[in-house]
């Protein structure tokens, strides 16, 4: 077992984990963070996207034990005081989900999206959501809403 | 931006009302199945087989059962008669059925059957335990292709029936023989409809935990159908059904994946049972390919007989449908809810159906986004390009020459359904002017003559399909052994606030916000104070879930029912509490009136306090405020659409891009035009990735070679484009809301368009047909086939 601390939504979390533990399987089983889901077992899908020091990753291909120190934002830390991030209120306002299991991940790699391009046109947002998998809206909603953010998120 | 707040001014049916579903979803408070921990729990995992088919002769299971934390490892010498599912629809007396066993005995008929099952007390653990089963297995040979199949000879998948062949049904109407008679030609093709892998985002996964209280048993489970489960869960291990309580949580889609009884399902109950213990399994991803059934697998051999001015005559489908190892819950009835579908909108005197199903060393197949209605609606559009082409007739004019026309409805079509409504001629017209029709046939011609790489092609697809899901009484006459009912509760509880039991099952489509919409309008209060109650057999008893596009075109009905219910018996006490005749009455917006002095009045939220406190009911009245219906349809609904591709073909790197979608569907009435919309979008996706990307692979020897989601192609948001849509509204008259059901009209009739277009594209080229999906090297395949002379 490895000791590992890792600040998760906002809080100082310690652990010890085998060297194997994947990041997702300790944010479900040990954190009880189970708001990150696990769609697929090659990396294929995003479900379980979260940001790593404000980077969207898989952590179904991060090992715990890689995030020592680091600091990690779940679906269920990105609202700051019970007020939605931008991203989450275009999903809602854009019927950006539907079943709602591949939106965890695919909210939070659109918020890595945006901090890395304000003002992205379609065919920017669909290549920067190319990695997370929906089978649900055909990402026609989910690429309005990305784009309704970017706007709400530029002051438009 | 704020986030927009709802109101319930007016009617609430046809507003986009955003979902209630959402605030969980998108934050991260959703319940899954695989979320629930309970102290004690087992992990189960399953051992299953490498290879296709082969005769288990040994299982040392000695070195597992050693390991750390495995607290039992079964073999199928542990429950030899326990059976994993179960088929319920034996479409013919003669079909042959197979016993579909939960842990394989002394065979393995598919890759991914399962052999031996591991309980442990960590999820790391129980996984670990499986690498130390040793299985000795001798090779038998696997029986892949279904024509081969059928060849005298075969190897056998079930070697005690003495044959491959499932069933054949036939459905003659009308006198097809009499119709190529009269016919100037006949027009064959055959079309493969490919293996799909359903795939829903959220895996499988069930908890089943006895609850100590009475023998209960719970059952938490990723499913669409949790009460045809609980039944059927009773039926197959013995448990009595008053014993097993079935939770649907949140549930990660389905696509009909998750309309199925599961050996995993069984399993978990089972040793729940034995060992007083929870115990969970999730399915990991790659277990879902070849684990969980699969959809579609038909080869379709398609006759059109029709006069040379384009006049349909008579249709003539010969199906050959791959059920895989076993028969699940609806296998062999899938292909034959296409059945009805086949002349699609189209006028003629005879359509001859036949399908034969055959067993496969493949798993199962089952239903699938549409369950028949895709490849039927696939075979009829596709072979009226085919006709088209043949007699030299514009594809869209053919379909218009033949189509039922508006003023001819109800029209009952050659396979005996009446379709109620229907206004092809309106969507059409609405599609065409939003697609640009004629320019794009111009610039299409204009391509051709240049002789450039890149060509365009054109699809159409004048589709409709059948939804709701169905007649108790077509069932039975069906050989489906359940009814096709659905119930609703709506209970007015004593603080105001409204619960509303729907036996309907969701996962995805937004019923409880559709639900409260539809309730909200009947009994006058706001949509955000109704509660839809769904998926758990112990709040919401009655119901037959959600498949088909039934649960707004069935349990709509009954929602509609359930709160006129109430609204009249809270009518009688409103009367008594107002000191008039019911009759004098008046109800509207949740409020009662007497008319003719509106200032007497009361409000629907005071009659259920009333009726909770019971102290001033009138005689005979008896205690709470509820109504409730289970309602039987009447009849099916016809949706309808049209739905048109521009297609991009490189005729060198048979490279296909979609350039531009407009689909115009009309459903009739909208109970929520923002969830319509998405279930259109979320449709064409998957019917435009049956055409494009997705296919199951098998190699001969029967391994699957598209086992996980980097082999298995579905598309992501640089693999689509935006979608233009946009909606006819020609009300059902089946249906007292006037609604037809959306789920899965995408899905239907977007995979012929996009092949249609394709063809069209390189039909210069000599090739009428491309295999699906619609690869650059299938593409380049059938160019390359076509040139060197011989047809694609």
Known sequence: MIH???????????????????????????????????????????A???????????SCSVLAVQVEGATITTIQGLAQDGEWHPVQKAFKECHGLQCGYCTPGMVLASVDLLSEN??????????????????????????????????????? | MTETVERTGGPAIGRPIRRKED????????????????????????????????????????AALAAEGVVAVYTGKDFPELPGSTCVWPVTDEIVMSHFPAICLDEVKFGGDVVAVVLATEKYLSVDALDLIDVDYEPLPAVVDMEDALKPGSPLVHSDKGTNECYVAKMPCGDYEAATVKADRVVKRRFINQRLIPSPMEPRAVVAAPMGMSDEIT???????????????????????????????????????????????????????????????????????????????????IEMAVMNDGTLVGMKVDLLADMGAYLQIITPGTPLLGMFMYSGIYKMEALDFTCTGVYTTKTPTDAYRGAGRPEATYAIERIMDEVAFELGIEPLELRKKNWIKHEEFPYTQIAGLTYDTGNYEAATARALELFGYDELRAEQAERRAAGGPVQLGIGISTFTEMCGLAPSRTLGALKYVAGGWEHCTIRALPTGKIELITGTSPHGQGHETAWSQIASDIIGVPVEDIEVVHGDTGRAPYGMDTYGSRSLAVGGQAIKLAGERLVEKARIIAAHQLEVSPDDVEFAHGTYSVKGDPEKSTTIQAIAFEAFTAHNLPDGVEPTLSGESTVDPMDFSYPHGTHLAAMEVDTETGQVTLRKYVCVDDCGVQINPLIV??????????????????????DAEGNLLTGNMGDYLLPSAVDLPSFITDRTVTPSTTHPLGTKGIGEAGAI?????????VVDAIRHLGVNDVFMPASPQNVWRAIQTAQNGGAA
Not at chain 1, 11 to 21: A, C, K, N, Y
Not at chain 2, 30 to 48: A, H, V
Not at chain 2, 234 to 262: C, M, W, Y
């Open chain 1, 48 to 58: 379980c996207t979260v940001l790593i020091d404000g980077r969207s990753a898989k």
């Open chain 2, 219 to 301: 059952i938490w489970t990723s499913t669409q159908i949790p009460h045809v489960l609980r039944v059927l869960l009773a039926l197959l291990t013995g448990i009595p059904e008053n014993n097993l309580r079935v939770v649907a949580p949140d549930v990660g889609g389905g696509f009909g994946a998750k309309l199925q009884i599961n050996r995993e399902e069984v399993l978990a109950v089972v040793l729940a049972q034995k060992l007083g213990r929870p115990i969970k399994w999730t399915e990991t991803r790659s277990e879902h390919m070849v684990g969980t059934h699969h959809g579609r697998d038909q080869i379709q051999d």
């Open chain 2, 23 to 62: 605030a969980r979803l998108l934050t991260g408070r959703t319940n899954w199945t695989d979320n629930i921990q309970l102290p004690g729990t087992l992990y189960m995992s399953l051992l299953r087989c490498p290879m296709a088919h082969a005769k288990i002769i040994n299982i040392d299971t000695s």
């Open chain 2, 749 to 757: 009739a977007s995979t012929p368009a996009i092949i249609n277009g």
């Open chain 2, 677 to 698: 919309e998405g279930q259109v979008h979320g449709g064409l996706a998957q019917g435009i990735a049956q055409a494009l990307f997705e296919g199951a692979l098998y």
């Open chain 1, 118 to 156: 304000a003002n992205p046109t379609e065919d920017e947002i669909r290549h920067g959501l190319e990695g997370n998998l929906c089978r649900c809206t055909g990402y026609h909603n989910i690429v309005k809403a990305v784009a309704m953010a970017a706007a709400e998120m530029r002051g438009e």
């Open chain 1, 4 to 46: 590992i601390g890792v600040t998760v939504d906002g809080i100082l979390r310690h652990g010890d984990v085998e060297p194997r533990t994947l990041l997702v399987h300790w944010l479900r089983e040990d954190l009880g963070l189970v708001g990150t889901p696990i769609g697929c077992d090659t990396s294929n899908c995003g």
